[in-house]
């Protein structure tokens, strides 16, 4: 065996012990449901697109503003009243054709591997963390190490970029994508040190959020596996010597 082929087969094993199990599930939806398998990504694909359209329009651009756009300096209320919606608000300095491959990618395999109420939960969460982290740290000041400065009130959020760090981190993990979960937290941390902006830190505010509840669902299963461990012992007939 040649150095190229040994090297071939190297990446072939690694990829199938990274990706093989969410490869093998997405395949199977989409040879067997096709399109079927992933309404809400499609659902979502259209509703980003639509609202990109409207909100470069003179007409549209304050209505899109009004209904999902989140800011630190916004009241809190209707804040969480547009979180739901601020998902699929793209940002307007960035490609939009980048935030409709990340979502059609990252939340078609979500949806395929999670299911649908799971991915968009975890998206809402991921969202979540970073509108509340933004909230936080202009309260804190740029004095503080966790801080924004106070500019950073007027900032709009992410928009679909935050759920799908968040979405990304949580397949992988669960999956056992252990390397490619490890790329994803390093190139946000990348992603602030190279460019110290808002967005950045709301992604890493987003993976914070989503591993915290991996840690609480990993706690709750453990404990619910004692649970059941301990019913089964305390069910079992005594031995008899």
Known sequence: MTRTSAAASSVRRFARREWGAVYERVRTALVVRRWRAIPLTLASVALTSLLQI??????????????????????LLPSLLRTPLSLFVPALDLPVWGALAQVLLVFGIAEICLGRRKTLFLAYVATLSGTMY??????????????????????????????????????????????????????MVVEVLVKTNLAGK???????????????????????????????????????S
């Open 54 to 75: 409207v909100q470069n329009q003179s007409w549209g651009y304050q209505f899109v503003q009004d209904i999902g756009a989140l800011r630190a300096g916004d009241p």
């Open 202 to 240: 709301e992604h890493l505010a987003a993976l914070l959020g989503v591993g915290v509840l991996m840690l609480v669902e990993d706690a709750l299963r453990r404990r619910g596996r004692r649970r059941r461990s301990q019913d089964l012992g305390e069910g079992a007939p005594p031995i008899q």
């Open 134 to 187: 933004a909230r936080v740290g202009v309260a804190l000041g740029p004095d503080s190490p966790l801080g924004l400065p106070a500019a950073d009130r007027t900032v709009v959020d992410t928009g679909p970029s935050a759920a799908v760090v968040g979405l990304a981190l949580y397949v992988c993990c669960r999956y056992g994508a252990r390397w490619t979960a490890a790329a994803v937290v390093l190139a």
